[in-house]
């Protein structure tokens, strides 16, 4: 089974190297790396692992022709400016973002470093490019939904796939940025599918979850 989280940092590794080739490898030279992520080391320690392996494949070796600085927020996103300012004191050549907050960090901190983000949801309604056709700025990389406009497809997949399925509970997180048109978009699709449709909210799974461990 392919391992969903070493895909994507595949991909985002595959992307990031664009930069890097296009200013030229020069013989000896030793590019910097920083990557800034929300969580902390051990618990982003397992894509850490997968971002270094995909690095590997494409023959940028730590400490040969390549060093990374990795930045973790434990969680604390207060601190994602600061480090992100420190990577760019670095001079790091490119910023590996996970994570929306992360990726504002890295945006805010410097307009010409190139970024790399991975993980981030909606790019567009986040204000973290202005499309996904001509993201421009220095901004590229992968989104976890191409918008909220996905949420339909995916309850058209779920109809297709199921045809007598009635009710479906959908698990939101208030905190996204695109929390509103998501379920403007997931309500919308709904009624044209012929569900009944219940969001649960983060804390009302939490306070299922409590109660069943009870």
């Given amino acids: 089974m392919l391992n969903r989280r ?27 790396i920083g990557y800034l992520t929300v969580p902390s080391r ?3 320690q397992g894509v850490a692992n997968s971002f270094q392996l995909g690095l590997r ?20 996103v207060e601190r994602l400016p600061d480090l992100a300012a420190e990577l760019v004191r670095l001079r790091a050549d490119v910023i590996v ?21 991975f993980l981030a949801i909606d790019p567009v309604d986040s204000g973290l490019v202005p499309s996904l056709a001509h993201p421009g700025g220095n901004i590229t990389g992968l ?3 191409a918008g909220p406009e996905i949420y339909g497809k995916q309850l058209q997949l779920l109809k297709d796939a199921f045809p007598r399925v009635s009710r479906v ?23 044209a599918l012929g569900l009944h449709g219940r969001p649960w909210k ?3 799974l939490a306070s299922l979850t409590t109660r069943s461990r009870r």
Avoid at 7 to 25: C, D, I, N
Avoid at 169 to 185: G, K, M
């Fill in 143 to 145: 989104t976890l939904t």
């Fill in 169 to 191: 509970a959908i698990l939101v997180n208030q905190a996204v940025p695109s929390y509103a048109r998501a379920s403007r978009e997931i309500e919308i699709a709904t009624r």
């Fill in 202 to 204: 983060s804390e009302i």
């Fill in 57 to 76: 494949d494409l023959g940028w070796i730590a400490g040969r022709n390549v060093v990374v600085d990795y930045r973790f927020a434990d969680s604390n």
């Fill in 6 to 32: 070493r895909f994507l940092q595949t991909l985002s590794v595959s992307l990031l190297a664009a930069p890097l080739v296009a200013e030229g490898q020069q013989a000896g030279k030793v590019y910097r």
């Fill in 42 to 44: 051990e618990t982003a």
């Fill in 97 to 117: 973002a996970g994570a929306n907050a992360a990726v504002m960090a890295a945006k805010n901190a410097t307009r010409t470093i190139p970024i790399v983000m």
